[in-house]
């Protein structure tokens, strides 16, 4: 089904909002936690980003069978992060890409930043992955650093590298072309919970990407 970019930007805002209600309701049930990680959130950032490249009498397909319920996977939601939690799921994630990438990542955690949900702990998961992930590629280095700690009731997330940096600025002039689309990708999921995500980057210098999120979502706090 082709939608014209005005009109799917408008249904995603409704979507959200009525997905928005049912959070708060329910936020531990495994549909929120299935809209988010699958991807939906992604389809949103998505939407509103080529409607702004290409203006609103644009097309744009989206894929409305079979996209709300598939399985989780392994990838999004591995059998650690089930039984043990975010922390012990970080270790291991850890663990796997210094083995199979040759990433070392330094992993600094507090027991009690540990969300309050598995569809929290899911999100996050997956977009700390992401980071890492753009380590390996993008920042020329063999190491990177990652920290997470409860701040008065936010999980604030930090990955960092002293790697390569880049123009943030620019990057985001590109509406998340390119090398920039699964950071902004995260930035939408981060934002879709009330959160927020703060880059500090500069060519050569590195880079500095900050989460922060309501531990629990259901109780949504004020993030700076």
Not at 22 to 45: C, H, M, N, P
Not at 78 to 84: A, G, Q
Not at 152 to 168: A, P, R, T, W, Y
Not at 201 to 218: A, H, I, M, N, W
Request: aromatic share 6%.
């Amino acid at each position: 089904m082709t939608l014209n970019a005005k009109g799917l930007i408008k249904r995603a805002n409704l979507t959200a909002v009525i997905l928005l209600g049912k959070l708060r309701r329910v936020l531990s049930g495994s549909e929120f936690g299935q809209f988010i990680a699958t991807g939906w959130a992604d389809v949103f950032g998505t939407a509103r980003r080529k409607a702004i490249e290409t203006g609103e009498k644009a097309s744009i397909e989206l894929p409305l069978k079979n996209t709300y319920n598939p399985p989780l996977s392994y990838e999004i939601n591995p059998p650690v992060l089930h039984r043990n939690g975010l922390m012990a799921a970080l270790g291991e994630l850890a663990k796997d890409m210094k083995t199979g990438r040759g990433l070392a990542i330094t992993v600094r955690t507090q027991s009690d930043a540990e969300p309050s949900s598995l569809s929290l702990a899911s999100i996050l998961y997956r977009s700390i992955k992401e980071l890492l992930s753009n380590v390996i590629r993008h920042a020329g280095v063999a190491a990177a650093v990652l920290d997470i700690r409860n701040n008065s009731g936010l999980i604030c997330v930090k990955v960092q590298d002293n790697g390569n940096g880049f123009d943030f600025n620019a990057v985001r002039a590109m509406q998340g072309k390119g090398s920039g689309f699964s950071l902004f990708n995260i930035e939408d999921r981060m934002t879709f919970l009330g959160g927020s995500m703060k880059v500090s980057t500069q060519p050569g210098e590195g880079c500095c990407v900050v989460l922060t999120v309501p531990k629990d979502v259901s109780q949504k706090s004020a993030v700076p």
